[in-house]
């Protein structure tokens, strides 16, 4: 009978041990669920630029600072040009301050890719090769390539003439592109001017570059001894670029380009600088 009940006792206290950890487990399972349940939730908050944006009250924008009409310096030493207005726009519409950050073209997306910018507006052109790392806006201007020479070259009459000859051009643009799969030696630089001071001073034959800025060069220097001897077919469109997975700020940015155009802000902004939309 003793024997007996010594061996209930130990069954009795075998299952009410069992039982104790089994609610352990239920209390350890519930806290790791809602722990992972908060950790999701703070990664989803911490992946959404335009809250974090909006929270630090600015938005940190990369762009060259040495492209005009684009991207420049005035007379009293200000940043300015096209996609400079266009970016402070967009970010007063988003109720923040737009924080310019400078930096050569080929380290502009760069920046991005180490968050030191939050977006470049630099006309960037919106490819299918950038497009898979990055994120992009709609397109707020649309314009061409054109080949740039000095105007005593009589070689360089087309795109084809490029074979053999040094190009002056930004290493990582789609324009380096067209002169390399046009037999080009890529002469590299870091903006626009530099390019021009390349042909000026006979270390280069040619240059690839955007019309819109030949044009502007021209208008500002007219007696400049360049002119342009061919186009490339397809006009480039560019948009503000951004850090992959962020649809909220995209969404955004695009949200006030639209409106900007219905309400006559870009248009007033691209006659300022180019007597016409530039956005088709």
Request: charged share 25%; net charge negative.
């Amino acid at each position: 009978m003793k024997k007996a009940t010594m061996l209930g006792l130990v069954a009795i206290l075998m299952t009410l041990m069992l039982a104790a950890c089994g609610n352990n487990n239920g209390s350890s399972n519930t806290a790791a669920t809602n722990n992972a349940g908060t950790s999701e939730e703070n990664t989803a908050a911490a992946s959404n630029s335009l809250e974090k944006i909006k929270s630090a009250g600015k938005i940190v924008i990369g762009t060259e600072g040495t492209y005009p009409p684009f991207t420049y310096h005035d007379a009293s030493g200000e940043l300015t040009g096209f996609d400079v207005e266009i970016a402070r726009e967009v970010a007063k519409r988003l109720g923040v301050e737009a924080q310019f950050e400078e930096a050569p073209w080929d380290s502009l997306l760069a920046g991005i890719d180490a968050g030191r910018f939050d977006s470049v507006f630099n006309e960037v052109s919106i490819r299918d090769d950038r497009k898979e790392k990055y994120d992009f806006s709609d397109p707020y201007i649309s314009s061409g390539a054109v080949l740039i020479v000095r105007e005593d070259n009589t070689d360089i009459k087309s795109l084809a003439d490029l074979k053999g000859k040094k190009a002056a051009q930004s290493l990582t643009s789609n324009l380096a592109d067209i002169a390399r799969e046009n037999g080009a030696e890529i002469v590299a630089i870091e903006g626009f001017q530099q390019a021009i001071d390349l042909l000026n001073s006979n270390r280069a034959d040619a240059t690839i570059n955007d019309n819109l800025s030949f044009l502007d060069l021209k208008k500002q220097k007219p007696d400049l001894a360049l002119k342009v001897v061919a186009e490339a077919e397809d006009a480039s469109q560019s948009g503000g670029v951004f850090a992959k997975n962020q649809p909220e700020l995209v969404e955004a940015v695009n949200k006030a380009l639209a409106d900007m155009h219905s309400d006559g802000t870009y248009a007033t902004i691209s006659e300022k600088y180019f007597g016409k939309d530039v956005s088709k």
